[in-house]
């Protein structure tokens, strides 16, 4: 059986940012820097659905992400594709062997 090759599904390119904790003083602050850049992706939106937060209805976008395995990528980090920046909600390994992981990431619009 030939390798598997991972250029038949991955089209598009994403970028990883990592939140990073920083302060003094007791105060904390949250802000994302870049980890990956470039990483070739297949980028699936799969659905939408409505949440409530603090009273306001929100439109929530639900998209399955397919990375090459070789990315570490965490339910804390941030997806950004084109000028849209989405929240990780799981990680894990779809093809044996690591050869691709799967995302799923929400985007609140």
């Known amino acids: 059986m030939p390798p598997f090759n991972t250029n038949l599904i991955f089209q598009s390119t994403i970028n990883v940012e990592r939140a990073i904790l920083s302060g003094a003083s007791g105060s904390w602050s949250e ?7 470039g990483i070739p992706a297949s980028v699936q939106p799969v659905g939408t659905g409505e949440s409530l937060n603090y009273g306001r209805k929100n439109t929530d976008v639900l998209y399955n992400i397919y990375v090459p395995g070789t990315y570490t990528v965490l339910v804390t980090d941030k997806i950004v594709f084109g000028t849209t920046t989405l929240t990780v909600i799981e990680v894990s390994n779809q093809i044996s062997l690591n050869v691709a992981n799967k995302i799923v990431c929400i985007e609140n619009i």
Do not use: H, L
């Open 31 to 37: 802000t994302f820097s870049g980890v990956y850049s």
